[in-house]
Protein backbone atom coordinates (compact mmCIF):
# COMPACT_ATOMS: atom_id res chain seq x y z
CA UNK A 1 0.00 0.00 0.00
CA UNK A 2 1.32 3.50 -0.81
CA UNK A 3 1.87 5.59 2.14
CA UNK A 4 0.05 8.48 0.53
CA UNK A 5 -3.22 6.46 0.12
CA UNK A 6 -2.96 5.11 4.26
CA UNK A 7 -2.88 8.50 5.33
CA UNK A 8 -6.14 9.29 2.66
CA UNK A 9 -8.04 6.49 4.35
CA UNK A 10 -6.55 7.60 7.66
CA UNK A 11 -8.39 10.70 7.33
CA UNK A 12 -11.47 8.75 5.81
CA UNK A 13 -11.65 7.17 9.25
CA UNK A 14 -11.36 10.32 10.88
CA UNK A 15 -14.33 11.55 9.04
CA UNK A 16 -16.38 8.69 9.71
CA UNK A 17 -16.21 9.00 13.40
CA UNK A 18 -16.98 12.64 13.30
CA UNK A 19 -20.10 11.45 11.36
CA UNK A 20 -21.17 8.58 14.03
CA UNK A 21 -20.70 10.95 17.17
CA UNK A 22 -21.04 10.46 20.39
CA UNK A 23 -20.66 6.52 19.65
CA UNK A 24 -17.89 6.38 17.88
CA UNK A 25 -16.00 8.52 21.17
CA UNK A 26 -16.99 5.99 23.47
CA UNK A 27 -15.74 2.96 21.04
CA UNK A 28 -12.75 4.75 20.33
CA UNK A 29 -12.04 4.85 24.93
CA UNK A 30 -13.20 1.18 24.76
CA UNK A 31 -10.40 0.49 22.15
CA UNK A 32 -7.95 2.09 23.85
CA UNK A 33 -8.64 0.50 27.17
CA UNK A 34 -8.41 -3.06 25.09
CA UNK A 35 -5.42 -2.12 23.75
CA UNK A 36 -3.97 -1.34 27.03
CA UNK A 37 -4.49 -4.63 28.47
CA UNK A 38 -3.58 -6.47 25.51
CA UNK A 39 -0.23 -4.78 25.84
CA UNK A 40 0.43 -5.57 29.12
CA UNK A 41 -0.66 -8.90 28.91
CA UNK A 42 1.64 -9.72 26.52
CA UNK A 43 5.16 -8.28 28.42
CA UNK A 44 4.85 -5.70 25.64
CA UNK A 45 7.50 -2.76 25.41
CA UNK A 46 6.80 0.20 27.93
CA UNK A 47 7.20 2.37 25.62
CA UNK A 48 4.31 0.76 23.65
CA UNK A 49 2.08 1.04 26.56
CA UNK A 50 2.79 4.64 27.28
CA UNK A 51 1.96 5.79 24.09
CA UNK A 52 -1.46 3.93 24.04
CA UNK A 53 -2.12 5.50 27.78
CA UNK A 54 -1.21 8.94 26.43
CA UNK A 55 -3.36 8.90 23.20
CA UNK A 56 -6.24 7.70 25.75
CA UNK A 57 -5.53 10.90 27.85
CA UNK A 58 -5.97 13.00 25.25
CA UNK A 59 -9.01 11.54 23.91
CA UNK A 60 -11.52 14.40 24.31
CA UNK A 61 -14.46 13.87 26.89
CA UNK A 62 -17.30 15.46 25.28
CA UNK A 63 -18.54 15.19 21.90
CA UNK A 64 -18.21 18.84 20.55
CA UNK A 65 -14.12 18.57 21.99
CA UNK A 66 -13.86 15.15 20.03
CA UNK A 67 -15.59 17.16 16.60
CA UNK A 68 -12.50 19.69 16.89
CA UNK A 69 -9.82 17.07 18.04
CA UNK A 70 -10.95 14.70 15.07
CA UNK A 71 -11.58 17.38 12.52
CA UNK A 72 -7.48 18.50 13.01
CA UNK A 73 -6.22 14.93 12.98
CA UNK A 74 -8.46 14.47 9.75
CA UNK A 75 -6.71 17.43 7.91
CA UNK A 76 -3.75 16.52 8.78
CA UNK A 77 -4.21 13.05 7.38
CA UNK A 78 -5.70 14.56 4.33
CA UNK A 79 -2.47 16.87 4.44
CA UNK A 80 0.46 13.98 4.21
CA UNK A 81 -2.02 11.84 2.15
CA UNK A 82 -2.16 14.42 -0.70
CA UNK A 83 0.22 14.53 -3.89
CA UNK A 84 3.68 16.03 -2.42
CA UNK A 85 4.80 19.49 -4.61
CA UNK A 86 8.55 19.91 -5.15
CA UNK A 87 10.28 21.35 -2.57
CA UNK A 88 11.65 23.97 -4.22
CA UNK A 89 8.47 25.08 -5.83
CA UNK A 90 7.63 28.54 -5.07
CA UNK A 91 4.16 29.11 -3.40
CA UNK A 92 2.77 25.24 -3.99
CA UNK A 93 -0.69 25.18 -4.81
CA UNK A 94 -3.43 23.21 -6.38
CA UNK A 95 -3.12 25.35 -9.60
CA UNK A 96 -1.66 28.85 -10.30
CA UNK A 97 -5.06 31.14 -8.82
CA UNK A 98 -4.83 29.85 -5.50
CA UNK A 99 -0.54 29.80 -6.15
CA UNK A 100 -1.38 33.82 -6.82
CA UNK A 101 -3.76 34.43 -3.56
CA UNK A 102 -0.21 32.24 -1.57
CA UNK A 103 1.94 35.36 -2.80
CA UNK A 104 -0.13 38.02 -2.21
CA UNK A 105 -0.95 36.75 1.08
CA UNK A 106 3.02 36.45 1.80
CA UNK A 107 3.75 39.70 0.34
CA UNK A 108 0.99 41.28 2.24
CA UNK A 109 2.68 39.93 5.46
CA UNK A 110 5.92 41.45 4.42
CA UNK A 111 3.70 44.94 4.63
CA UNK A 112 2.09 43.86 7.62
CA UNK A 113 5.43 43.26 9.43
CA UNK A 114 7.32 46.13 7.92
CA UNK A 115 4.67 49.17 9.64
CA UNK A 116 3.78 46.91 12.25
CA UNK A 117 7.61 47.00 13.65
CA UNK A 118 7.42 50.65 13.20
CA UNK A 119 4.58 51.41 15.20
CA UNK A 120 5.02 48.90 17.88
CA UNK A 121 3.81 50.81 20.86
CA UNK A 122 6.40 49.30 23.38
CA UNK A 123 9.11 50.00 20.82
CA UNK A 124 8.27 53.01 20.22
CA UNK A 125 8.57 53.80 24.19
CA UNK A 126 11.78 53.12 24.68
CA UNK A 127 12.97 55.82 21.82
CA UNK A 128 11.37 58.87 24.45
CA UNK A 129 13.44 57.22 27.12
CA UNK A 130 16.71 58.52 25.80
CA UNK A 131 18.19 62.16 26.94
CA UNK A 132 18.56 63.43 23.30
CA UNK A 133 16.61 63.53 19.67
CA UNK A 134 20.73 62.22 18.27
CA UNK A 135 20.71 59.57 21.07
CA UNK A 136 17.04 58.69 19.91
CA UNK A 137 17.71 58.55 16.51
CA UNK A 138 20.77 56.20 17.00
CA UNK A 139 18.17 54.03 19.10
CA UNK A 140 15.94 53.51 16.50
CA UNK A 141 18.93 53.03 14.14
CA UNK A 142 20.57 49.79 16.24
CA UNK A 143 16.95 48.31 17.13
CA UNK A 144 15.76 48.25 13.37
CA UNK A 145 18.93 46.94 12.76
CA UNK A 146 18.94 44.18 14.49
CA UNK A 147 15.14 43.64 13.99
CA UNK A 148 16.00 43.65 10.16
CA UNK A 149 19.01 40.77 10.93
CA UNK A 150 16.56 38.85 12.91
CA UNK A 151 13.80 38.87 9.57
CA UNK A 152 16.47 38.24 7.31
CA UNK A 153 17.76 35.12 9.20
CA UNK A 154 14.90 33.15 10.33
CA UNK A 155 13.74 32.16 6.90
CA UNK A 156 17.47 31.15 6.27
CA UNK A 157 17.16 29.42 10.10
CA UNK A 158 14.27 27.47 8.29
CA UNK A 159 15.91 26.50 5.38
CA UNK A 160 19.05 24.91 6.76
CA UNK A 161 16.57 22.77 9.11
CA UNK A 162 14.65 21.81 6.42
CA UNK A 163 17.76 20.91 4.05
CA UNK A 164 19.56 18.95 7.05
CA UNK A 165 16.65 16.85 7.34
CA UNK A 166 15.97 16.16 3.62
CA UNK A 167 19.46 14.86 3.26
CA UNK A 168 20.50 13.09 6.25
CA UNK A 169 17.15 11.86 7.96
CA UNK A 170 14.51 10.60 4.67
CA UNK A 171 15.72 7.62 3.34
CA UNK A 172 17.93 6.56 6.43
CA UNK A 173 17.13 3.47 8.55
CA UNK A 174 15.06 4.34 11.59
CA UNK A 175 16.67 2.33 13.46
CA UNK A 176 20.22 4.53 13.05
CA UNK A 177 18.30 8.05 13.61
CA UNK A 178 20.52 10.55 14.93
CA UNK A 179 20.07 11.07 18.96
CA UNK A 180 18.09 14.26 18.79
CA UNK A 181 15.16 12.65 16.94
CA UNK A 182 14.46 10.36 19.93
CA UNK A 183 15.46 13.04 22.44
CA UNK A 184 12.85 15.77 20.97
CA UNK A 185 10.21 12.80 20.50
CA UNK A 186 9.91 12.04 23.75
CA UNK A 187 8.56 15.13 24.46
CA UNK A 188 5.88 15.09 21.70
CA UNK A 189 7.96 17.33 19.04
CA UNK A 190 9.07 14.79 16.53
CA UNK A 191 6.80 11.84 15.77
CA UNK A 192 7.66 8.85 13.31
CA UNK A 193 5.46 6.48 12.44
CA UNK A 194 6.47 3.02 10.20
CA UNK A 195 3.81 3.00 7.73
CA UNK A 196 4.72 0.46 5.60
CA UNK A 197 6.93 -1.31 7.67
CA UNK A 198 10.13 -1.15 5.69
CA UNK A 199 12.51 0.29 8.72
CA UNK A 200 13.10 3.67 6.44
CA UNK A 201 12.36 6.31 7.20
CA UNK A 202 9.96 8.73 4.40
CA UNK A 203 8.97 12.26 4.65
CA UNK A 204 5.33 11.52 4.82
CA UNK A 205 6.31 9.03 8.32
CA UNK A 206 7.62 12.34 9.48
CA UNK A 207 5.96 15.13 11.48
CA UNK A 208 7.45 17.74 13.05
CA UNK A 209 5.73 20.32 15.60
CA UNK A 210 6.95 23.52 14.28
CA UNK A 211 8.71 24.81 17.49
CA UNK A 212 11.46 21.68 17.05
CA UNK A 213 12.91 23.83 13.82
CA UNK A 214 13.64 26.29 16.52
CA UNK A 215 14.87 24.72 19.02
CA UNK A 216 16.81 21.17 17.90
CA UNK A 217 18.60 23.39 14.85
CA UNK A 218 21.71 23.23 16.70
CA UNK A 219 21.72 19.62 17.67
CA UNK A 220 20.48 18.88 14.09
CA UNK A 221 23.71 21.28 12.94
CA UNK A 222 26.30 19.08 15.19
CA UNK A 223 26.29 21.64 18.07
CA UNK A 224 26.24 20.43 21.98
CA UNK A 225 22.71 20.14 23.15
CA UNK A 226 23.47 23.40 25.25
CA UNK A 227 23.23 25.70 22.72
CA UNK A 228 19.40 24.48 22.42
CA UNK A 229 18.96 25.66 26.46
CA UNK A 230 20.82 28.98 25.25
CA UNK A 231 18.20 29.71 21.98
CA UNK A 232 15.01 28.58 24.39
CA UNK A 233 16.85 31.09 27.17
CA UNK A 234 16.62 33.84 24.60
CA UNK A 235 13.69 33.26 23.43
CA UNK A 236 11.94 33.43 26.73
CA UNK A 237 13.92 36.42 27.36
CA UNK A 238 12.86 38.37 24.12
CA UNK A 239 8.83 37.50 25.23
CA UNK A 240 9.01 38.41 28.65
CA UNK A 241 10.74 41.40 27.02
CA UNK A 242 7.91 42.41 24.96
CA UNK A 243 4.94 41.35 27.42
CA UNK A 244 6.11 43.60 29.51
CA UNK A 245 6.48 46.61 27.51
CA UNK A 246 3.22 45.86 25.70
CA UNK A 247 1.62 45.31 29.54
CA UNK A 248 3.22 48.80 30.55
CA UNK A 249 2.19 50.21 27.57
CA UNK A 250 -1.60 49.19 27.47
CA UNK A 251 -1.58 49.79 31.50
CA UNK A 252 -0.63 53.48 31.23
CA UNK A 253 -2.87 54.38 28.34
CA UNK A 254 -5.94 52.88 30.22
CA UNK A 255 -5.06 55.15 33.26
CA UNK A 256 -3.66 57.97 31.29
CA UNK A 257 -5.69 58.47 28.48
CA UNK A 258 -8.91 56.72 29.11
CA UNK A 259 -8.80 57.03 33.08
CA UNK A 260 -7.57 60.46 34.26
CA UNK A 261 -7.89 62.16 30.74
CA UNK A 262 -11.81 61.20 30.16
CA UNK A 263 -13.22 59.52 33.12
CA UNK A 264 -11.63 61.48 36.41
CA UNK A 265 -9.37 64.41 35.03
CA UNK A 266 -9.06 65.88 39.08
CA UNK A 267 -7.33 62.19 39.84
CA UNK A 268 -4.06 62.64 42.22
CA UNK A 269 -0.86 61.19 41.24
CA UNK A 270 -0.98 58.47 43.72
CA UNK A 271 -4.31 57.48 42.87
CA UNK A 272 -3.45 56.86 39.30
CA UNK A 273 -0.03 55.54 39.74
CA UNK A 274 -2.52 53.22 42.22
CA UNK A 275 -5.00 52.81 39.33
CA UNK A 276 -2.16 52.02 36.59
CA UNK A 277 -0.68 49.14 38.74
CA UNK A 278 -4.30 47.65 39.01
CA UNK A 279 -5.05 48.15 35.15
CA UNK A 280 -1.48 46.11 34.62
CA UNK A 281 -2.36 42.89 37.21
CA UNK A 282 -5.60 43.57 35.43
CA UNK A 283 -4.24 43.45 32.10
CA UNK A 284 -1.96 40.45 32.51
CA UNK A 285 -4.59 38.73 34.05
CA UNK A 286 -6.85 38.60 31.30
CA UNK A 287 -3.28 38.09 28.76
CA UNK A 288 -2.99 34.68 30.53
CA UNK A 289 -5.81 34.01 30.59
CA UNK A 290 -6.52 34.18 26.76
CA UNK A 291 -3.36 33.08 25.74
CA UNK A 292 -3.96 29.43 27.55
CA UNK A 293 -6.81 28.92 25.48
CA UNK A 294 -4.61 28.52 22.40
CA UNK A 295 -6.99 30.79 20.37
CA UNK A 296 -5.04 30.16 16.83
CA UNK A 297 -1.54 29.91 15.93
CA UNK A 298 1.13 31.89 16.97
CA UNK A 299 2.07 33.20 13.30
CA UNK A 300 -1.84 34.45 12.39
CA UNK A 301 -1.65 36.16 16.06
CA UNK A 302 1.85 37.81 15.02
CA UNK A 303 0.14 38.94 11.56
CA UNK A 304 -3.19 39.90 13.55
CA UNK A 305 -1.25 42.06 16.09
CA UNK A 306 1.51 43.60 13.40
CA UNK A 307 -1.25 44.45 11.08
CA UNK A 308 -3.46 45.96 14.07
CA UNK A 309 -0.26 48.45 15.06
CA UNK A 310 0.13 49.27 11.79
CA UNK A 311 -3.09 50.49 10.57
CA UNK A 312 -3.66 52.29 14.26
CA UNK A 313 -0.36 53.84 15.03
CA UNK A 314 2.00 53.98 12.27
CA UNK A 315 -0.08 56.63 10.20
CA UNK A 316 -0.57 58.37 13.55
CA UNK A 317 2.66 58.70 14.83
CA UNK A 318 3.70 59.66 11.14
CA UNK A 319 1.17 62.73 11.26
CA UNK A 320 1.75 63.81 14.56
CA UNK A 321 5.35 63.58 14.65
CA UNK A 322 5.88 65.76 11.20
CA UNK A 323 2.64 67.71 11.90
CA UNK A 324 5.08 70.23 14.23
CA UNK A 325 3.74 68.62 17.43
CA UNK A 326 5.99 66.09 17.78
CA UNK A 327 8.82 65.91 20.35
CA UNK A 328 11.04 65.31 17.33
CA UNK A 329 9.76 68.22 15.50
CA UNK A 330 10.18 70.36 18.81
CA UNK A 331 13.48 69.17 18.95
CA UNK A 332 14.76 70.86 15.77
Known amino acids: ?43 AQMREVVAIERERRELPTSSEAAKVYW ?90 AKYEIYSTLIGSSIAQLPVWVSAWGKIGLVSIEDVNGDGI ?18 EIAGLPYVISGLVAAGALAAALSTADGLLLTIASALSHDVYYKVYRPEA ?36 WAFSLAGAAFFSGIDSWRFSGKGPMRRAR
Open 71 to 160: EKLMRDAALRGADPEHHLTPYPSGGEEVSNTARLNFLSLVFCLMVGTAALPHVLMRYYTTPSVREARTSVFWSLLFILALYLTAPAYAAF
Open 1 to 43: MKLAAFFRERADGYYERILTLPEALDEERLRLAEQIEELKSSN
Open 268 to 303: TTQWRLVVSKTLLLVVAVLAATVASQKPAAILSMVA
Open 201 to 218: LQLVELALNPDVILLATP
